[in-house]
């Protein structure tokens, strides 16, 4: 695959790099930051313990609320990814499923959409419908959490080159994203791996391109109205996953959004 392909698929870009996506992002503690999204929620009315995981990949966020007594239910779109969560909970639910076209599966007090799930929904309606989608999968007093990224991780990462060396293999990432890239921007960039055969020559896998909107807030709240939804707090955070209330676009690099159906009340923020 070549920068000048024709665009792929978030199936195609995460079946070419689940072999290699735990090691890319073994630095991020999936504990601490589930166990903060946990305490968020609970903040937020969450009562139950049930709890579907949109986009779960190789299960790194799932897996957290399962060791702690959760009734768990993942689905993502790439079979590969899935196969890699499967092994690591076989006991787990797991669907194979776009987001945009999710069946709805029960009503679930915890619904989370992770680990840029809303980031790889390039187009407006493509946003509303999974919000949709995972909003009939609440129950009635159900809580929803999703992420998105902000300016500062596509004027950085996605406009920088990163290196990871797990063992034998040797991960690359390219960002080809202007550092001063707009708002709602359509940031690209490229992942490549390197691994060692018996012999000590190097190969090169297929890449994986990555594009990922930048969707503002005004942009995020007006999706979740469309859906049906009400916002009901959003906090920044940097690489430390530690959220405060209101997020900043060149200071924090995620947003935190929670959103829940039928609140009545106004918005933490």
Not at 67 to 92: I, N, Q, Y
Not at 131 to 155: C, H, I, K, Q
Not at 156 to 180: C, H, N, Y
Request: charged share 25%; glycine share 8%; with cysteine.
């Amino acid at each position: 695959m070549t920068d000048t392909l024709e665009r792929p698929t978030a199936e195609v870009t995460y079946d070419a790099m689940a072999p290699y996506y735990d090691a890319f992002t073994a630095h991020h503690d999936y504990e601490l930051w589930t166990t903060v999204i946990r305490r968020l929620a609970r903040d937020h009315g969450l009562a139950g313990t049930r709890l579907l995981d949109i986009g779960c990949g190789t299960g790194k966020s799932l897996l957290p609320f399962r060791a702690a007594g959760w009734h768990v239910t993942g689905c993502d779109l790439s079979p590969r990814m899935l196969e890699l969560a499967a092994a690591k909970a076989p006991d787990v639910d797991l669907h194979l499923a776009d987001a945009r076209a999710l069946p709805r599966y029960g009503g679930f007090d915890l619904v989370l959409l992770l680990d840029d799930v809303v980031n790889y929904l390039i187009e407006p309606d493509d946003l509303v419908r999974a919000l949709a989608a995972a909003a009939a999968n609440l129950a009635p007093e159900g809580v929803m959490v999703f992420d998105v990224n902000l300016l500062r991780t596509y004027r950085t990462f996605f406009a920088q080159p990163a290196i990871v060396e797990d063992g034998d293999a040797f991960l690359g990432w390219r960002g080809l994203t202007a550092s001063d890239a707009e708002p709602g921007v359509l940031a690209k960039a490229v992942f490549d791996a390197f691994t060692r055969d018996p012999d000590g020559c190097w190969l090169r896998h297929d890449a994986a391109v990555h594009e990922q909107r930048h969707h503002p807030e005004e942009q995020v709240r007006e999706a979740l109205a469309l859906a049906g939804l009400r916002c009901a707090g959003v906090y920044g955070h940097g690489a430390d996953g530690i959220p405060h209330p209101g997020a900043d676009e060149l200071r924090d690099t995620k947003a935190l959004y929670i959103a829940r159906r039928g609140v009545p009340g106004g918005e933490r923020r």
